[in-house]
């Protein structure tokens, strides 16, 4: 099997992963049809990832509506003017921190977005099978691990926080239209993404521009929990090997085999960033401060992505280290996007772009 693709509707495409997985379907996928960006622009939304592909595919290849995945008439109109033949579903409030201090806006879109999207592709498609709706996740929905073990594709579900709640949710959701509707879905559950674009509440986008700015780099408790890290174009290339060759009602899981403690993944950024920006080692190292540890901070996640790899031939290409550098590169070399994200002028660019605030 191999799906070939018209129209892509890519929800939460102004997001960190969208926009990389934006860049990567118009630049580098095997992918000659176009895409539809539907993002309601949160505070994580910023079209300034994409202005440079908004410029030349604009009106031929790439689309975007401002849209809110709640609002199932908005929905239904992007539906019936663009009659996408697959959606891939990145759009979500995805901050743990900010669910634990104000769940509600979590359940509105990780699960009525989510219902709602599928239930307006269930009566556009009615009943087709030469169409797709992949669903993204995270492996925070499966719980905290010991000191051992993986999480598998039938790890039982065991989310801590009202984020991977409500992303279990939208998992329940995704399987159980293929089993009540036979709507054709795939759904991947990845571990902790970092590359360029990632909006600077994040562990090392943050991390990366509090050392330029002078400012302290928080570590959360003893800093020894352990996170599985993988570079953002490696998940999307999975993604995309899963929308192509993937078994519909199947859910695959996508790591980078590459777990670090919090500590020392800072320790070697600190190293990095100071060998490209000149800054000294010993200043970016007395930056570093402990606080106090988040509720329910989930101690390790490991996957384990045998079936991926197994079933659809994909793995890893970006090594730790290159990877790394390659984003802390792109920060240093992209001061626009950093100060504009840092001081909200990226919502006034929008507007002056686009008019769509
Ligand atoms: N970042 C990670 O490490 C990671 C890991 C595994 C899974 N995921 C999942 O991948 C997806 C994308 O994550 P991300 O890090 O790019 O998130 P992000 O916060 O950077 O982007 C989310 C995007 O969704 C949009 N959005 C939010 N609410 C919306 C709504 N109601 N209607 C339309 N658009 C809306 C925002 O404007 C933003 O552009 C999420 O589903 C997340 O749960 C992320």
């Not at 408790?221 to 999975?238: C, F, L, S, T």
Request: some cysteine; overall charge negative; proline content about 4%.
């Amino acid at each position: 099997m191999n799906r070939r693709f018209q129209t892509i509707l890519v929800t939460g495409g102004a997001g960190f992963i969208g926009s990389n997985f934006i860049h990567f379907l118009l630049e580098k996928a095997d992918f000659q049809g176009r895409i539809v960006n539907l993002d309601t622009l949160t505070y994580a939304g910023n079209l300034e990832s994409l202005a440079e592909l908004a410029v030349k595919f604009k009106g031929t290849r790439y689309f975007f509506e401002k849209a809110d995945i709640c609002d199932r008439a908005a929905v239904e109109r992007i539906f019936a003017s663009f009659a996408p033949d697959a959606v891939i579903h990145l759009a979500a409030e995805s901050h743990v921190d900010r669910s634990i201090l104000g769940p509600e806006a979590f359940i509105k879109t990780n699960v009525m977005g989510t219902f709602t999207l599928l239930d307006v592709a269930r009566n556009a498609w009615k009943g087709r099978h030469d169409v797709l709706f992949h669903h993204i996740s995270t492996d925070e929905v499966f719980g905290s691990l010991g000191d051992s073990g993986y999480f598998t594709e039938s790890t039982p579900y065991d989310p801590r926080s009202p984020y991977s709640a409500s992303k279990a949710s939208s998992d329940h959701l995704a399987l159980a239209y293929y089993h009540t509707y036979g709507l054709p879905i795939t759904l991947s559950n990845c571990s902790n993404n970092y590359g360029p674009f990632q909006f600077p509440e994040k562990l090392i986008p943050l991390m990366i521009m509090n050392m330029i700015e002078g400012k302290s780099l928080p570590v959360y408790g003893d800093g020894k929990n352990i996170r599985d890290w993988i570079y953002v174009e490696d998940h999307n290339a999975a993604v995309w090997e899963i929308m192509k060759r993937g078994e519909a009602g199947r859910s695959y899981n996508i790591g980078g085999e590459n777990e670090w403690e919090n500590i020392r993944l800072l320790d070697r950024l600190v190293e990095i960033v100071a060998e490209e920006s000149g800054k000294p080692l010993s200043q970016l190292r007395s930056q570093i401060t402990y606080v106090k540890d988040r509720p329910g901070h989930d101690r390790r996640y490991a996957i384990d992505c045998s079936r991926i790899k197994n079933e659809l031939g994909w793995k890893q290409s970006v090594d730790f280290d290159d990877g790394l550098r390659k984003t802390v590169r792109w920060y240093l070399s992209n001061p626009l996007w950093t100060e504009h994200v840092r001081s909200g002028e990226y919502l006034n660019w929008m507007d002056r772009n686009y008019a769509v605030r």
